[in-house]
């Protein structure tokens, strides 16, 4: 989903309705799989379908660390559900950040802006700058 051309006051919305009171939501993915063990004679050496699971990981990286926890799979929607409201709200936080960038961005252009003789402060321009080098597609 593309939300760069979002308007601000979508953006504002979502982040007051998401910010006003922490709500169940969590970073991190998740895994299921399907295993085979070693008791000899279990079926489910030689037959995909009869393997066990299913095993149901979170996986989140935090401070350079992986860390990963067995999920009930009977919660594996739950937790599902709460990555997708996690990644909802990271989308809205890029949002703010990239209009807030733009901001700052004004507010140095408007300070670095030769001002014309007899003219003080001058419009905020209209142009963003370009950056050298790659964008992270928007
Ligand atoms: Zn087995």
């Given at each position: 989903m593309k939300h760069?051309?979002?308007?601000?006051?979508?953006?504002?919305?979502?982040?007051?309705?998401?910010?006003?009171?922490?709500?169940?939501?969590?970073?991190?993915?998740?895994?299921?799989?399907?295993?085979?063990?070693?008791?000899?004679?279990?079926?489910c050496a030689r037959d995909p379908k009869a393997r066990h699971g299913p095993y149901v990981s979170l996986t989140r990286s935090l401070a350079?660390?992986?860390?990963?926890?067995?999920?009930?799979?009977?919660l594996a929607e739950t937790v599902r559900r709460q990555i997708e409201v996690g990644r909802q709200f990271r989308d809205a936080t890029d949002l703010y950040w990239a209009a807030c960038e733009?901001?700052?961005?004004?507010?140095?252009?408007?300070?670095?802006?030769?001002?014309?003789?007899?003219?003080k402060g001058g419009s905020v321009p209209r142009s963003r700058p370009r950056w050298r080098g790659k964008s992270r597609p928007s």
């Open positions: 760069s051309l979002a308007p601000a006051s979508t953006i504002r919305a979502r982040l007051t309705t998401q910010l006003a009171d922490p709500i169940p939501m969590r970073r991190g993915s998740l895994t299921e799989r399907f295993v085979k063990c070693s008791r000899p004679g279990c079926a350079g660390t992986t860390r990963t926890r067995l999920i009930d799979p009977a733009r901001l700052a961005d004004a507010e140095i252009e408007t300070l670095t802006a030769p001002a014309a003789p007899g003219e």
